[in-house]
Nanobody, 120 residues
Framework: QVQLVESGGGLVQAGGSLRLSCAAS????????MGWYRQAPGEQRELVAT???????NYADSVKGRFTISRDNAKKMVYLQMNSLKPEDTAIYYC??????????????WGQGTQVTVSS
C-alpha cells in the first residue's frame, strides 16, 4: 500500500508565503509524475502544478510566477513553495502521484489534503 501525507498548510495573510510538503511511503519502486491540485468550496478540483521524475514542470496560469514545485526523488517527496498568496488561493491542497509499485504496475494516488487559507 502507498500513502501520501501532506503538511505545511495553514492561515496566512495576503502577500505571504507557505511551503507545502508531501511525503510518499509504502511499497514503491519509483514515482513518475507528482503534482499538487486544489479544491475551493463549491468548486471542482483543479491542477496547480506537476513535476515529472526528470523535473519537467507545468503550472496553472493562475499560479505561474508565484508558486514553485520541486521534488526530492531520494526522499520520495514533493514540495510546493507558494509566494505572493492571494485570497483566491484559499483551498484544500491535495498531493498526487503516479506510483509504480513492487509489482511494476502503475497506480495514481491522492493525499488527504491540507487546508490553505489566505486572509485579505
Amino acid at each position: 500500500q502507498v500513502q501520501l501525507v501532506e503538511s505545511g498548510g495553514g492561515l496566512v495573510q495576503a502577500g505571504g508565503s507557505l511551503r507545502l510538503s508531501c511525503a510518499a511511503s509504502g511499497s514503491i519502486l519509483t514515482i513518475n509524475t507528482m503534482g499538487w491540485y486544489r479544491q475551493a468550496p463549491g468548486e471542482q478540483r483543479e491542477l496547480v502544478a506537476t513535476i515529472t521524475k526528470a523535473r519537467s514542470t507545468n503550472y496553472a496560469d493562475s499560479v505561474k510566477g508565484r508558486f514553485t514545485i520541486s521534488r526530492d526523488n531520494a526522499k520520495k517527496m514533493v514540495y510546493l513553495q507558494m509566494n505572493s498568496l492571494k485570497p483566491e488561493d484559499t483551498a484544500i491542497y491535495y498531493c498526487n502521484a503516479d506510483v509504480v509499485g513492487l509489482t511494476y504496475r502503475s497506480r495514481n494516488y491522492w493525499g488527504q489534503g491540507t487546508q490553505v487559507t489566505v486572509s485579505s
